[in-house]
């Protein structure tokens, strides 16, 4: 089941964060640290009374997607409305199950009723995990931002 999170889902949500990030510490380790787990729920807790979060649910909150609807309309652009998630995370031992597609098309469907024309994200590079998911789910390079260490 797919439905918009509350506050309630607010200690659930913080461990699937800690997930996340701890997977991205893993893969880019000068880049992230690991916050304490208070950084973490408090976080949680800002999202959940700013943004729109999706969460998938069978038994047990299993990932969620955060997400912004987001209007373009300057002098040099076309106008349009896009649906930016800002954060997707499926449960370390659910990936692999279905539960990614599932909220990615809830996300896309979340998009479309409310008039947007894309979904967008940013991803690292380096999570070629990631990159190879959001890739099946039809999601192209946009723009390449780069970098070299010094």
Known sequence: M???ADINDRERLTELFMQLH????EIKPETFRMPKRE??????AEILN????????NGEIDGYAVIKIMDVNTEEKIP???CYIDCFAVAEEKRR????TELFGAVKA?????????VQLG????NTDAVAFYEKMGLIPRTIQMETRL
């Open 39 to 44: 950084w973490f729920s408090d976080r949680i």
């Open 22 to 25: 701890r997977h991205h510490v």
């Open 80 to 82: 349009r409305r896009m």
């Open 50 to 57: 700013s943004e729109t979060v999706l969460v998938h649910e």
């Open 2 to 4: 797919i439905r918009i």
């Open 110 to 118: 979340f998009g479309k009723e409310h008039g947007c024309t894309s």
């Open 97 to 100: 199950t279905g539960v990614g």
């Open 123 to 126: 991803v690292s590079a380096c």
